[in-house]
């Protein structure tokens, strides 16, 4: 095999390290690179153990890059950020105000429930997630501002979690 797992993920995938991706390039590039170290490529070779590590850290790394917290967060550990410094810092008092507000908002939708009303704070979660992508990839790709970066991450974090909750709340709202 001649692959360096070693290398970051985005080099690992010949990627340049940039927020904004070719999502093409990237499934093009995982795509390759299972083919190489697929662990059926290696059967008879003896290196079966080899190519299982090789397939598990190409999934991760693909998986990694195709998320865009998940991307951030490694952006921002490339450019020396912990990741305890990326989810660890305390916010501001409005983002915490913000919270509150969209669990109140969910915990209402529920208590009665309101499937329309869970519908309509996932078409608003989906709206408020896009544009913190969107500042994101100004933050890092363009203004290189790591800062600000690893807030939007911390928020679209929460604004995760939030969906997931949403999510569970419409599932158990459609049994």
């Given at each position: ?10 080099a690992l995938f010949d990627l340049p390290r940039r927020f904004r991706l070719d999502e ?152």
């Open positions: 095999m001649s692959v360096d797992f070693s290398l970051d993920y985005f093409a390039a990237l499934d093009r590039a995982w795509h390759a690179l299972q083919i190489e170290v697929h662990p059926d490529q290696h059967a008879s070779s003896g290196g079966m153990c080899g190519a299982l590590a090789g397939s598990s850290r190409v999934n991760e790394a693909y998986t990694a890059l195709k998320k865009p917290i998940t991307r951030a967060q490694c952006l921002l550990e490339l450019a020396g950020m912990s990741l305890d410094a990326i989810i660890g810092n305390v916010v501001a008092p409005e983002y915490l105000l913000e919270q509150l507000e969209w669990r109140e908002a969910v915990e209402e939708a529920r208590a009665t429930n309101d499937v329309d009303a869970l519908e309509q704070l996932m078409l608003r979660l989906q709206i408020r997630t896009d544009g913190i992508i969107t500042q994101l990839a100004e933050q890092l790709d363009d203004r290189h501002d790591l800062e600000a970066a690893a807030d939007s991450v911390r928020r679209l974090m929460f604004l995760d979690k939030l969906r997931l909750g949403i999510a569970n709340a419409l599932a158990a709202l459609d049994h």
